[in-house]
């Protein structure tokens, strides 16, 4: 019977730790001197009782968590409740009433001209990324950053466009404004190419933003932590390869025709290779060596600026001046007419009128949109946290969604492309004084001041340099490619999906590649549960540790107690596997141990039956011996034979009916013997199996009738099975799934591994009123 006295668990480790303590014995002696006397120093003293769950949920007072319903809160309705959606969802109220004028007016202000430099030419050239005219990267670099100014919580990350996401939405109007040009649902006003590709453009940067909005206000900003950073850093620097390709047509002065889809990299690449001879000598040699000029210059002035970095106030502005002089030496020598070197061309002053819209185009866009806003804002989350931790503030993901949602939305309308942040941007604006978004609202009136009155001085700007200006700026993406070298030493999964997610990526575009990573880094996850290290576990001398005895050479198995642990929790698509490493670590075939017993068990049956009609045959014997008379021919006195006879005819029947019978049910007993001793068959060398569930993190129906089914499998072979622990809320889910009854209670569940060692230990029988046998589910 179990005791009900709590102390009686103490009665273990006063025999093998200590008298009423758990504490190390002194047997560091094979130790240096100063390491045992340091490890005597930290020796703690622990007394409680043995406790199983029902003694501890009557001890801890275990009680059902009060729910809270989340929709309850959403829906209350007050004007405090308003006015803390209103700081929620508009943080500029919370910080510009508080901003340090004097400490951060000045920072903000050189850092805001700093990134307003390096945004201009970015501008330009990632809307050329886009397949766009590159006032409309002008107009990215406005809109957005001024309402993210409004919205967003993160003070350093400069918003606005960003490679990755140029030529993410340059792969969308490639593949769908030639077909928009000859589908009735664009305006007459967009027959022409570069308006069906900003339409196509500004739609998807409509709908980019209403999901992110969406998930933004559900407090769906968990969905960006399925982006890994193996899968985010794989998937960058493939877009990264992306973009380098699509800017030869401009280094090299080419008309290439437009490829989307699966492998249009490599039909770019191929195409480049094709037209490269056929392309005209004098034109193809002045644009590479303006964009080799330019680009040789770009690289220069970053390092001197990295050189000087503790010198200069604020970065030299290297893309700028590169702007200016290859202008002003593009209009002096007249590259556009003399060696038919492409240029910008004219670029509208003034901003443009909201446009509604093309809700036609939705259909087509929902999946590049989805993807578009998943990366976007991955990007801006995690370097928005990077300075978060940096400065010692807190940046919220959901409100950041929101801010990013509101910034393509409204910009969409505007005119303007999907537009995430830049790390180089960031950077500057952190390094060169920057404290918060005023910083990033100065960027954008500056570049309302270029849109409004200085746009057409570069209409003379060769395209060959803004290609120098996004090909120079790849560096930091493109260097990830040493993820590898790094990724294979630490960790080979991470190295996959890094590999997995960079080919795929090249190969089946972007929008396709990052559907292709994110299921194939779901599917490692799943995998790797499925097969999870199992081990069996020893005791750490003279502790209540217990670790896996192939790894520690000194933790051994407590004799006739078998320890298992899995590093993984138990659900559907792991329960068999599970099961199968339990037997196997044991070092007992289960399944043939149990059919040998079932088999011998069968022919017990079998004997019995034969032994039943045997008694049967001796009854009817019996009975029909009444009727017999018996003559025996002696010489002795008749009649004394006869009363012999009738004597023996009354007695004999009965008694041998009553002998045979007695007989029978000795021999029946005999028989019924089910142990596998009596059975001849091998025992197990442990009485005791006891599995550790602290990784369990839930229990699923499969679980639980895996674990009923071990159970009932090891009680078969005489081994009585105990848990240890468990997380509450594995449990809670134990107890909703029916787990506990009369043959599985909860004093078979422990609070740790040593309480069910040492309750196994005093108790090597199977507990008395827990029945054998066990029903399958």
Known sequence: MWPTDASWGLEYCTLILGPGKIRPRDTQALLPT??????????????????????????????????????????????????????????????????PVRDWLLGDLLSGLSVAIMQLPQGLAYALLAGLPPVFGLYSSFYPVFIYFLFGTSRHISVGTFAVMSVMVGSVTESLAPQALNDSTINETARDGDAARVQVASTLSVLVGLFQVGLGLVHFGFVVTYLSEPLVRGYTTAAAVQVFVSQLKYVFGLHLSSHSGPLSLIYTVLEVCWKLPQSKVGTMVSTMVTAAVAGVVLVLVKLLNDKLQQQLPMPIPGELLTLIGATSISYGVGLKHRFEVDVVGNIP???????????????????????????????????????????????????????????????????????????????????????????????????????????????????????????????????????????????????????????????LNLDLGLVAAVIFSLLLVVVRTQRPHYSILGQVPDTDIYRDVAEYSEAKEVPGVKVFRSSATVYFANAEFYSDALKQRCGVDVDLLISQKKKLLKKQEQLKLKQLQKDKKLQKQAASSKDTSVSINVNSSLEDMRS?????CKVSPEDRMED??????????????????????????????????????????????????????????????????????????????????ASVTKKHLFASVHDAVTFALQHPRPVPDSPVSVTRL
């Open 660 to 741: 045979a019978t007695a007989s029978g049910q000795e021999d029946s007993k005999a028989l019924d013997v089910s142990t596998l001793k009596a059975l001849g068959l091998p025992q197990p060398d442990f009485h005791s199996l006891i599995l550790d569930l602290s990784a369990l993190s839930f229990v699923d129906t499969v679980c639980l009738k895996s674990l009923k089914n071990i159970f009932r499998d090891f009680r078969e072979i005489e081994v009585e099975v105990y848990m240890a622990a468990c997380h509450s809320p594995v449990v809670s889910q134990l107890e909703a799934g029916h787990f506990f009854d």
């Open 349 to 507: 002053t003034g901003l443009v009128p909201p446009v509604a819209p093309n809700s036609q185009l939705f259909s087509k866009l929902m999946g590049s949109a989805f993807a578009i806003a998943l990366v976007g804002f991955a990007i801006a989350i995690s370097l928005g946290k990077i300075f978060a931790l940096r400065h010692g503030y807190r940046v919220d993901s959901n409100q950041e969604l929101v801010a990013l949602g509101l910034s393509n939305l409204i910009g969409g309308i505007f005119q303007c492309f999907p537009v995430s942040c830049s790390m180089s941007r960031s950077l500057v604006q952190e390094s060169t004084g920057g404290n918060s978004q005023v910083a990033g609202a100065v960027s954008s009136l500056f570049i309302l001041l270029i849109i409004v009155k200085l746009g057409e001085l570069f209409r003379c700007l060769p395209k060959a340099v803004l290609a120098a200006i996004v090909i120079v700026n790849l560096k930091g993406m493109l260097g990830q490619l040493s993820d590898v070298c790094s990724l294979w030493k630490a960790n080979r999964a991470d190295l996959l999906i890094w590999l997995v997610t960079f080919m795929a990526t090249i190969l």
């Open 34 to 99: 100063t390491q045992a006397m340091e490890l005597r120093k930290r020796d703690y003293h622990m007394e409680r009782p043995l406790l199983n769950q029902e003694q501890l949920e009557e001890l801890g007072h275990r009680g059902s968590a009060p729910r809270t319903h989340q929709w309850q809160t959403w829906l209350q309705c007050s004007r405090a409740r308003a006015h803390a959606l209103l700081l929620q969802h508009l943080p500029i109220l919370v910080w510009l009433p508080r901003y």
């Open 644 to 648: 012999n006879n009738v004597e023996d």
